[in-house]
């Protein structure tokens, strides 16, 4: 069975970081990506970063570019979101998803069909 574990919100200071934490088990294959949602009040979720297990390759949301950055832990299954020079409009529920790659070998391909409870990210001074 899959399971999804986040780890790492907070509240931080406007032009701060912070590593959000996500370990996803349960896969038998490589064939899987890794995805970090988020969802701010009145607002649809929406993606802000995937790192593919198959190939190693990274998708960023435009927002995200040059400030966020998705890694693979030492652990197999574990992901990272580094989050630097944050900003108010961060301000969401950060929510880890995971799921098969279904065709190609990209983030592009995965149906993300499993959830975690979600972390929140305050970014207020």
């Known amino acids: 069975q899959v399971q999804v574990v986040e780890s790492g919100g907070g509240l931080v200071q406007p032009g701060g970081s912070l590593r959000l934490s996500c370990a996803a088990s349960?896969?038998?294959?490589?064939?899987?990506?890794i995805a970090w949602f988020r969802q701010a009040p009145g607002k649809e979720r929406d993606v802000v970063s995937c790192?593919?297990?198959?190939?190693?390759?990274?998708y960023y949301v435009g927002v995200a570019k040059g400030r966020f950055t998705i890694s693979r832990g030492n652990a197999k299954n574990t992901v990272y979101l580094r989050m630097n020079s944050l900003k108010p409009e961060d301000t969401a529920v950060y929510y880890c998803?995971?799921?098969?790659?279904?065709?190609?070998?990209?983030?592009?391909?995965?149906?993300?069909?499993?959830w975690g409870q979600g972390t929140q990210v305050t970014v207020s001074s």
């Open positions: 349960g896969f038998t294959s490589d064939y899987y990506a």
């Open positions: 998803a995971t799921g098969k790659v279904e065709y190609g070998s990209s983030c592009h391909g995965a149906h993300f069909g499993f």
């Open positions: 790192i593919s297990m198959a190939d190693g390759s990274t």
